[in-house]
């Protein structure tokens, strides 16, 4: 392979960029407000609740990504088959044959599948940054006469946001990575993309190319999250 | 009419019993010292005071409102209106100080005064800046807690607590810690709040502190009040061998 073809290998994989980020992106806009949802089920008072999600996060946590990808792409034309088979028709199963025939179905799938996925790790991680600040912050407020809302976005939360943030960027750094395992149902992003080069040319450059995007995906994130950490060490 | 009135208050935790049965007032004014061995539950009696623990059963009144009392055998606290507006009257100075780390001296003194009082913020601050030159912080009221030593933060969550206005002052050891330098800037602001005659009950280690500021103590053990009373009497004069075998150590110190 000589520098011209790495050249236009390198230009062809930069148009998938964009499929990469939007993957990444969408992630993070869904599993992270997520997380904190499952986090507080899972602190939830009333027992099933908490055991339900207990079990969600250990199942997520606890199966291959790539499995949970494969697991939600065919899942749903399953469902749809099998109800054609036995002819139960209804509105819910039209709906899911729409969705499925949809140009965005693929698309839609990893989000749910990612999002799902890493919302469980999220959760862990703001539940960890949560029961690290101090009981006293909670009783020094309850003695200010602050309420329950009050403590919780004005002391508590700015606090935990800062606790979380080292955590957080491990989590969005992997992510970065783990956009790659979208290949496994055929999306065109980045690695389908390098690892069709390859075989076309006959050689792994096109992954180290691949390999240097990601790594400068990864080197912009943790330039963000040193800023940001940066940013709350005004104080400790 | 008393500031406060704790009559026989009882806590116990699982099959501990912590508090038995205790009994005191503390009137306008009053300074009040809590002394006693670790474990007596001096720590517990002043967070059932405060509602950060909840008493098994007894009563207790702040500026003659009741806060909980015993009906058939069972603790019985006020509606929570009632209690956070007995909360305003209280005030509590705590062991570690617990400022808000990411708040500023003055965010950490305005904070209530703004968000629970509904002040405005420049009279909030304006009253902050009396407290603050008070305390003696006048240079540090940008500084964030970290920045400052456990004496200024010290001072600070006294100002925090001041801000308030509250009728009576609660020290949960409010020196322990904090070396023995520190230890006296601590003592010279609560000395200066008394001759302003603030109400101040003191749950202390610091004897000779107790006994220089105070004009009531109360010397505790296994949670039961041992003694009450002056305290040039209980420090100079106790007939109770349980008191002097306490104080005996502590000068043995």
């Not at chain 1, 027992?47 to 079990?55: F, G, N, R």
């Not at chain 1, 940054?129 to 602050?146: C, F, K």
């Amino acid at each position: 392979m000589n520098f011209n073809d790495a050249l236009s290998v390198t230009k062809l994989l930069l148009e998938y960029v964009p499929a990469t980020l939007k993957l990444f992106f969408f992630t993070l806009l869904f599993s992270i407000p997520l997380g904190m949802v499952v986090m507080w089920l899972k602190k939830c008072r009333f027992k099933p609740v908490s055991w339900l999600t207990k079990l969600y996060i250990l199942v997520m946590r606890g199966t291959p990504l790539i499995l949970q990808i494969v697991v939600v792409h065919y899942a749903i034309p399953m469902i749809v088959s099998n109800a054609k088979n036995s002819g139960n028709e209804s509105d819910f199963i039209d709906w899911l044959r729409e969705l499925m025939l949809s140009e965005n179905y693929m698309f839609i799938t990893l989000i749910v599948a990612f999002s799902l996925n890493y919302a469980a790790y999220f959760a862990e991680i703001f539940r960890g940054g949560l029961e690290s600040i101090p009981v006293g912050q909670y009783e020094a407020a309850q003695m200010l006469g602050m309420t329950k809302p009050q403590t919780f976005f004005r002391i508590i939360l700015p606090q935990v946001f800062k606790r979380v943030i080292p955590a957080v960027s491990n989590e969005v750094m992997t992510l970065v990575k783990d956009t790659s395992l979208a290949t496994t149902i055929a999306y065109a992003e980045i690695m389908l993309i390098a690892k069709q080069q390859m075989n076309t040319y006959s050689s792994i450059v096109p992954l180290f190319i691949a390999g240097l995007f990601y790594f400068i995906m990864n080197a912009i994130v943790t330039l963000v999250f040193m800023l940001l950490e940066k940013h709350y060490s005004y104080y400790r | 009419m008393s500031i406060l009135e704790v009559k026989s208050l009882s806590k116990s935790f699982g099959e501990l019993k912590v508090l038995k049965e205790i009994s005191f007032n503390v009137e306008q004014g009053q300074v009040l010292s809590v002394i006693g061995p670790s474990g007596s539950g001096k720590s517990t009696l002043l967070r059932c005071v405060n509602q950060l623990e909840r008493a098994d059963g007894g009563e207790i009144n702040v500026c003659g409102v009741n806060m909980m009392h015993t009906e058939n055998g069972k603790a019985v606290y006020a509606p929570k209106k009632t209690l956070r507006e007995i909360r305003l009257k209280i005030g509590l100075v705590f062991q570690n100080f617990n400022l808000f780390p990411h708040k500023s001296v003055m965010e950490n003194i305005i904070e209530a005064p703004v968000h629970v009082l509904k002040k405005s913020k420049e009279q909030a601050k304006e009253e902050a800046a009396e407290l603050i030159r008070k305390m003696g912080l006048m240079t540090k009221e940008n500084s964030y807690p970290c920045e400052l030593s456990g004496g200024q933060q010290q001072r600070v969550s006294i100002a925090r607590a001041l801000a308030l206005k509250p009728d009576v002052l609660f020290f949960d050891e409010p020196t322990s810690a904090l070396d023995p330098e520190l230890t006296g800037e601590i003592l010279l602001v609560i000395k200066e709040l008394a001759k302003e005659k603030m109400t101040m009950v003191i749950v202390t280690h610091e004897m000779e502190f107790a006994k220089d500021v105070s004009n009531h103590v109360i010397f505790m053990d296994g949670g039961y009040i041992v003694e009450e009373g002056d305290p040039a009497e209980l420090f100079g004069n106790t007939q109770n061998e349980r008191t002097k075998q306490f104080l005996r150590r502590y000068k043995g110190m």
